[in-house]
């Protein structure tokens, strides 16, 4: 990985003015969501365009509203969107999630979120990144109030938290109605502990399913898995 630019297959994601570069947790996440059957899609905080990038390569047919709060990372975005050959499936909105005003019902929400509460960790010393990291700007209910709002009925919410955030924002969205319907939980190795986990939400109270996604190998090296669910995005 280069610091100011990413080359993937079948695009380009330049980064330098973004302060959450591309990593491991939005390319997994991207990864394991199924976009079969999805029309209508929105990326919330969507930083360098990863998320959408990668989704709209799943389904040529996939129409994304991506919203970013930071100009010069929603400015970076675009730029992403508009180089790349699924330029015509996503369009940028430089907004807070809060006064975001959607005309249509999503079928599918992805977001990689903000997930140090409350300012927690201090060791940001960079705003922009603070900014990207801290729920400060939109915290976990806010996030739930305004995904039930356009989430379609039979639409899926997805997101990618470290575990003891995951089990704090499961609760809240459980108590504003928010069912949480697959949770994946991603180990750096077999040896080690959980350390993310992709939750997936809807409307409907179906029974939750639980797994796991191990990407590393013992010794160092990528997971079969890992290797496979990747392979049409890395080169």
């Known amino acids: 990985m280069a610091n100011n630019y990413f080359q993937f297959k079948q695009f380009l994601i330049e980064q330098d003015n973004c302060a959450m570069k591309v990593g491991t947790d939005s390319v997994l996440l991207a990864a394991l969501t199924k976009v079969n059957n999805i029309k209508y899609a929105l990326d919330i905080g969507t930083g360098t365009g990863i998320l959408a990038l990668m989704l709209a390569q799943k389904n040529p047919t996939l129409e994304f509203d991506a919203i970013e709060i930071d100009e010069l990372a929603f400015l970076q975005a675009s730029n992403n969107f508009s180089k790349s050959k699924f330029s015509n499936q996503i369009i940028p909105h430089l907004v ?76 809240l969205a ?62």
Do not use: W
């Open 96 to 171: 807070a999630l809060q006064q975001f005003v959607a005309n249509k019902q999503y079928d599918l929400i992805i977001s990689n979120p903000p997930y140090f509460i409350s300012k927690s960790n201090y060791s940001i010393a960079d705003l922009q990144r603070a900014k990207a990291r801290h729920d400060n700007d939109l915290t976990f209910v806010e996030l739930i109030d305004c995904v039930q709002k356009i989430l379609s009925a039979k639409g899926v919410f997805k997101l990618i938290l470290p575990v003891n955030e995951g089990v704090i924002f499961k609760k």
């Open 174 to 235: 459980l108590q504003k109605g928010l069912f949480c319907s697959e949770s994946i939980f991603i180990k750096p190795k077999t040896s080690k502990p959980s350390n993310r986990v992709i939750m997936s939400f809807s409307n409907q109270n179906i029974a939750e399913t639980e797994s796991e996604f191990i990407i590393y190998n013992e010794d160092n090296t990528q997971t079969e898995a890992y290797k496979n669910l990747t392979s049409e995005y890395y080169l």
